[in-house]
C-alpha cells in the first residue's frame, strides 16, 4: 500500500480545480503503485504507467494492475471507507525522467537552488482539469500557476506578498503565448498518429539551476501520453527525438538556427538571469530551516500487538530521517517512511513498527529523527501507552 503524493500530481503541473459537484483529493488517499513500488516520494520506475482512478464509489476497492493496449500499466486507484476519491485523475500520465528533472526542486541548505516549469495540456479538457496548465516552482516551493481558464499568472505565497519579485502581467502574457505553441503541438502528435479518439495529453518540464551563484544545470524535455518525446541537448545544441511524430516537432522546432540558439540560451542564461534576480527576494525564505514536531501514537488491545507509529510534521526543507530504535538496535519498519506536503509549504513524514506484547513490556522502543533544522537528533520515548520526548516533541 502506498499514499498518494499529491506533489508528484502538481510535478506535472496538474493542479486540480475543486468542483461543487465532485469531492476534492485528500492528501493520505490510499493507491496501490505499479509494480507494488512505492509511488511516493520517490516516483520508482513507473513513469510510464497510466494512474487512472475507476469511476467507481469511493467505498470499492480494487487493486488490479490493468495492462493496456500498448504493455504498459494502468495504475488502479483503492479507495477504503471514508476515503476522498476525485476520479478526475483520468488520463494523466507520470512524466517519465520525472525524477531526474525533480533533483532540481529538492531543497539543500544554501544551495543548490532551481528555477523549473512544468506544463500539461489535455486534447479533451473535464471538469477540473482545464486544457492547459503550467506550474513554476522555486526549488520545491510552489512560485506561481496559470491556466487556460484564468489566463492568468497567479503567484503562491508568500511571492504574492513580495513586491516587485515580477510583473506578472507580462508575464500572463508569456504564458498565453506558449499555451499557443504548447496545445498547437499536441494537435500536430495527434494529427500523426490520427489520434482522434479518447483523451490526450503532452506534458513539458524545464528549468535551471544555481549552485555559488553559478549555472550548474539544465533541462528541457517533452512527453506525449506518458512517453518520451523530445528532449534539448545544449551541448549540441539541438532537438533529440524520442519519439517517430517528433521528427515534425523537430523539423518545425529547428525551421530557423535562431530558434535553436534561443532555446540554448534560454537555458543558459535568461533562466538563470531570472533566478537570481528571484532569489534577491526569497533566498531567505528557501534557506529557511523549521524543525519537525514529533509525536508517537499507538493501538492495539492489551495482550496483543501494538501498532506504533512515529510522526513528524512541519518541517521544512524536506529532506528527514525517522527511525525506531528498541535499545540501541534499529528496528525494521512496516510502512511510512515517504515524505509528503503537510499543506503549508512544509512537509510530513512517519514510520510505524509493530511490537509484541513481549517487546512491549521492555518498554524501551524510541523514534529517533534526524534533521538539518535540528543540532543533534530528536529522541522521543514511547513508554508503554504513553510517549515522552525531548527538545519541543509533543503527543497527539
Known amino acids: 500500500m502506498c499514499v498518494l503524493d499529491l506533489t508528484e500530481v502538481k510535478a506535472l503541473g496538474v493542479r486540480v480545480r475543486r468542483s461543487p459537484e465532485r469531492p476534492a483529493v485528500r492528501a493520505g488517499s490510499s493507491c496501490l503503485p505499479c509494480g507494488g513500488r512505492p509511488a511516493s516520494p520517490k516516483l520508482h520506475n513507473a513513469y510510464r504507467c497510466k494512474r487512472a482512478f475507476p469511476a467507481q464509489p469511493p467505498s470499492t476497492k480494487t487493486g488490479a494492475h490493468r495492462r493496456m493496449g500498448d504493455g504498459r500499466q494502468k495504475c488502479v486507484m483503492e479507495a477504503g471507507k471514508g476515503e476522498k476519491v476525485d476520479h478526475l485523475f483520468q488520463d494523466i500520465y507520470i512524466m517519465p525522467d520525472t525524477e531526474r528533472s525533480r533533483k532540481h526542486l529538492i531543497q539543500r541548505h544554501g544551495g543548490p537552488y532551481s528555477l523549473s516549469f512544468f506544463y500539461t495540456g489535455l486534447s479533451r479538457p473535464r471538469d477540473g482539469f482545464p486544457s492547459f496548465q503550467a506550474t513554476a516552482y522555486l526549488n520545491d516551493q510552489d ?184 535499545g540501541d538496535d534499529t528496528q525494521e519498519t512496516e510502512s511510512g517512511g515517504d515524505i509528503l506536503p503537510s499543506g503549508n509549504s512544509a512537509y510530513q513524514s512517519w514510520v510505524v513498527l509493530s511490537v509484541s506484547p513481549q517487546g512491549r513490556a521492555s518498554d524501551s522502543y524510541s523514534c529517533r529523527v534526524t534533521h538539518s533544522s535540528l543540532a543533534q537528533p530528536l529522541t522521543v520515548l514511547w513508554q508503554g501507552a504513553r510517549a515522552e520526548g525531548s527538545q519541543g516533541a509533543r503527543e497527539q
Open 143 to 326: 512560485f506561481f500557476h496559470y491556466d487556460s481558464e484564468d489566463r492568468k499568472a497567479i503567484p503562491s505565497y508568500p511571492w504574492s506578498q513580495m513586491e516587485g519579485i515580477e510583473d506578472w502581467e507580462k508575464e500572463s502574457e508569456l504564458q498565453k503565448a506558449r499555451e499557443d505553441i504548447f496545445m498547437v503541438t499536441l494537435k500536430d502528435i495527434m494529427d500523426y498518429y490520427k489520434d482522434k479518439e479518447g483523451s490526450h495529453t503532452f506534458q513539458g518540464m524545464f528549468g535551471c539551476e544555481l549552485q555559488s551563484n553559478k549555472s550548474s544545470g539544465a533541462f528541457w524535455r517533452y512527453a506525449y501520453n506518458g512517453r518520451n518525446f523530445i528532449e534539448f541537448n545544449k551541448e549540441i545544441p539541438a532537438w533529440v527525438p524520442q519519439d517517430p511524430a517528433a521528427l515534425n516537432t523537430k523539423q518545425k522546432w529547428e525551421a530557423e538556427e535562431v530558434y535553436v540558439l534561443r532555446a540554448k540560451a534560454y537555458l543558459e542564461e535568461e533562466c538563470p538571469a531570472m533566478l537570481r534576480g528571484y532569489l534577491q527576494y526569497g533566498k531567505t525564505y528557501l534557506d529557511r530551516q523549521d524543525p519537525p514536531s514529533v509525536s508517537i501514537t499507538s493501538h492495539g488491545t492489551p495482550g496483543e500487538t501494538q501498532t506504533l507509529k512515529c510522526r513528524a510534521d512541519g518541517f521544512y526543507p524536506r529532506e528527514i530521517e525517522l527511525h525506531w530504535i528498541q
